[in-house]
Nanobody, 131 residues
């Protein structure tokens, strides 16, 4: 089975930066899409970014130009580099993975930032941005 573990969360001032990491065990070639989601208290889980094995990426409009999703050469860790952080970015951040590529998701009529698509999940890491 696939296990995902996040790290790198913490508390920062507005305008600061954080880099989140997600390390996968049991992560194989059938897991083609890697993603980050976030959820603040009282809110629905929100898709932040997705990257797939083709190198395609999708970002939520709220983070475009500020956040970057990437993966390492070994493809067992993926990252979310967050810059120019704002208080509204405060949330529990979850990493996720799925065997479908972004193209596969589109073919099936699915939105890649929909959390219901993703099969494998980490337990979350807290990000708090203060004034």
């Amino acid at each position: 089975q696939v296990e995902l573990v996040e790290s790198g969360g913490g508390s920062v001032q507005s305008g600061g930066s954080l880099r989140l990491s997600c390390t996968a065990s049991g992560y194989n070639a059938r897991t083609a899409s890697l993603a980050w989601f976030r959820q603040a208290p009282g809110n629905e889980r929100e898709g932040v970014a997705v990257i797939d094995s083709d190198g395609s990426t999708i970002y939520a409009d709220s983070v475009k130009g500020r956040f970057t999703i990437s993966q390492d050469g070994a493809e067992n860790t993926h990252y979310l580099e967050m810059t120019s952080l704002r208080p509204e970015d405060s949330a529990m951040y979850y990493c996720a993975a799925d065997p479908l590529t972004i193209e596969n998701m589109r073919t099936l009529g699915m939105q890649p930032l929909n959390p219901q698509i993703f099969a494998f999940w980490g337990r979350g890491t807290q990000v708090t941005v203060s004034l």
